[in-house]
């Protein structure tokens, strides 16, 4: 119980010793405003290309970190929270490796009003957007022979930031619409129209791109999870989760209970987010 001039204050994490022989807790004044607030979207750019604000003192170190998924229900600030973070990426500028920023939005909502956003066919079919991902999956593999040839010139693993990459960015806007879009087997529109390959390139950009500095940014209503086909083994792949206006049950399906147990109970806003 933390009281007196120690009330704004909260246990944030709690860590016992390897013998169990003594228990540490991180106290943190909780009440404190950590948001960042930029006058224009240039005071946005990033100290460097790998690591990307959060809140005032919280990164998102792309040098360690995998690709993204973030959940949440309508209206709860996961896409301004997504632009947030393509802004930053973008105002590093492209590198010389073809790096580059890519949305894909099939719902044909605002984020489709913007040039170079990836939508829709007008018959309503998804080709466009599955020769997108053939594309961005074909860049990794590109960009990691280069990062092979010079591994081998310098007689050392090099990495993407090494090798002055900028990363580049895949933000998929509700994956489960998407993916109710696509048949389940192909048909007249050619042996690759389908599900399977659909889902084919998201588990190659997820689980080989990271080491050419290209991630995947899924954006999933909550309450979807489960039903909208985004495999366990993709969920565990991706090692930043956010989880906008968060409720326990929901957490529930991209967290391990243990890790939720000391999460206090409260009401979020909209912005407000678990973050992972």
């Keep these: 119980a933390l009281n007196g001039r120690y009330i704004r204050y909260a246990v944030t994490q709690m860590d016992t010793g390897v013998a169990y022989d003594r228990v540490t807790f991180r106290v943190e004044d909780v009440l404190v405003d950590r948001s960042l607030t930029f006058e224009k979207v240039e005071d946005m750019r990033p100290q460097g290309p790998t ?6 003192g919280t990164n998102i170190d792309l040098t360690t970190r995998g690709s993204m ?12 929270g997504i632009i947030a973070l393509l802004l930053q990426v973008l105002l590093c500028g492209r590198d010389k490796y073809g790096s580059e920023v890519i949305v894909i939005d099939p719902k044909q909502a605002e984020l489709s009003r913007l040039p170079h956003v990836v939508t829709l066919d007008e018959d309503g079919e998804a080709r466009d957007i599955l020769q997108t991902l053939k594309s961005f999956a074909s860049s990794i593999t590109l960009r990691q022979k280069t ?4 591994s081998e010139q310098k007689g050392d693993a090099v990495k993407w930031w090494d090798a ?9 806007d509700e994956y489960v619409s998407l993916r109710a879009i696509l048949p389940p087997k192909a048909g007249k529109d050619g042996p690759d129209y389908c599900l399977a390959t659909f889902d084919s390139y998201i588990k190659r950009i997820v689980t080989m791109g990271a080491s050419a500095g290209c991630y995947v940014i899924i954006s999933i209503a909550e309450a979807s999870v489960q039903e909208g086909g985004l495999p366990a083994m993709l969920r565990s792949a991706m090692s930043t989760r956010i989880l906008f206006r968060p409720t326990r049950s929901e957490g529930l399906l991209m967290w391990d209970k243990t890790k939720l147990d000391t999460m206090p109970e409260r009401v979020y806003g909209p ?3 678990w973050f992972s």
């Design 69 to 80: 998924l973030v959940a949440g229900k309508t209206r709860s600030g996961k896409t301004t």
């Design 51 to 56: 690591k990307l604000q959060v809140q005032a």
């Design 164 to 172: 002055g990459m900028h990363p580049s960015f895949l933000f998929v």
């Design 271 to 273: 912005g407000d987010a």
């Design 147 to 150: 990062l092979n040839d010079l």
